[in-house]
């Protein structure tokens, strides 16, 4: 490849960068040349990546279910760097359990996380981005946008209202110079899966065990989050805005493939199977 991507973003602000997928796509744009805000709501869990990049890493706490304190991380975060090229808005976490047995405040934190507070950083990174007149805005959204995990209905509620967010934006940025990327990563190995809250009480559904066995095998069986952030990559090269899929081949190409040219039935049934729902 020829130019590295400082060349077109000098500064970036990645949430939830501490570990997973958001630590990949810091690593990555670091290795680019590119200075990194990158956030945790423990600035602790951000120290090796500050020590091993001085003056390139910036370690911001964030914390997202609070717009207020997230707005004035942000803030802060943009006049140190002078400006925000590009925003990857990454960070989210799953909740695993049957819809009415789960208080609604589980759910409702959820969606604030993921969804309304995220959209709100991308509300705040477009302000600046549209009055330069370039960069960036990546939202991490899911394949579950397009296939929802099961007992994971907040979770995909926020997936599929973030890829809504995507869509109306790539309409409105068209010709401003702001590229807006909707990237729906398949399973890949984080902590993810270990940081799912599986809130105990009252779970009512037998099939609950057999469904988390089947979630937990395919991310662990995932690819490493060093690929997505590849694809990332590849993504902020071709500088288009529009929707980049990534992961493994079934996942990011067949199923999305089958699902446009197959029935919604036939497309619920083999998603049963895929989980072990039946
Ligand atoms: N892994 C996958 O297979 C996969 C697939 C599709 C989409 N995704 C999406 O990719 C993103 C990253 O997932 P991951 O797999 O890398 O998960 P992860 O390893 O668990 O990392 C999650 C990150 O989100 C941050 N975070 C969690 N709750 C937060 C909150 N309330 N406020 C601010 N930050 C918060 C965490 O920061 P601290 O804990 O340090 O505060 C952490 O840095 C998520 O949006 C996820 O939905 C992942």
């Known amino acids: 490849m020829a130019e590295r991507l400082a060349t077109r973003y000098r500064t970036a602000l990645v949430t939830g960068a501490s570990t ?20 945790s709501r423990e600035a602790g869990r951000l120290a090796d990546l500050a020590g091993e990049h001085p003056g390139a890493f910036h370690p911001v706490v964030m914390e997202l ?4 304190a997230a707005t004035r991380s942000f803030r802060e975060a943009e006049q ?11 960070a989210g976490y799953g909740v695993f359990g049957t819809f009415a047995d789960v208080d609604f405040s589980v759910w409702r934190e959820q969606l604030n996380v993921m969804l309304v507070n995220t959209a709100l950083i991308s509300h705040l990174a477009l302000q600046g981005l549209r009055a ?3 960069g960036a805005l990546v939202n991490v959204s899911s394949l579950a946008a397009e296939f929802p995990l099961p ?9 599929a209202g973030l890829t809504a967010l995507g869509e109306s934006l790539l309409i409105e940025c068209a010709g401003t110079g702001v590229v807006v990327i909707d990237l729906r990563p398949g399973d890949y190995r984080t902590d993810f899966e270990g940081a799912v809250r599986r809130p105990p009480a009252g779970q009512s559904d037998a099939r609950l065990p057999r469904v988390w066995a089947a979630f937990e095998k395919m991310m662990r069986g995932g690819p ?4 997505a952030a590849a694809a990332l990559r590849r993504a902020l ?13 079934f996942q990011a190409v067949v199923a999305p493939l089958l699902a446009r040219f197959g029935s919604l039935p036939l497309k619920r049934r083999v998603q049963a199977g895929y989980f072990d729902l039946d």
């Open 80 to 90: 140190a760097a002078g400006g925000f090229d590009l925003v990857v808005n990454n």
């Open 132 to 134: 330069r007149g370039r």
């Open 237 to 249: 090269h071709r500088g288009k805005s529009g929707t980049v899929r990534c992961g493994r081949f």
């Open 20 to 39: 997973g997928l958001g630590r990949a796509f810091a690593q990555m744009l670091l290795a680019e040349g590119v200075a990194v805000w990158g956030t």
């Open 224 to 227: 490493p989050p060093e690929e």
């Open 65 to 68: 279910g609070d717009a207020v």
């Open 151 to 159: 007992f994971q209905s907040a979770y995909n509620m926020a997936k």
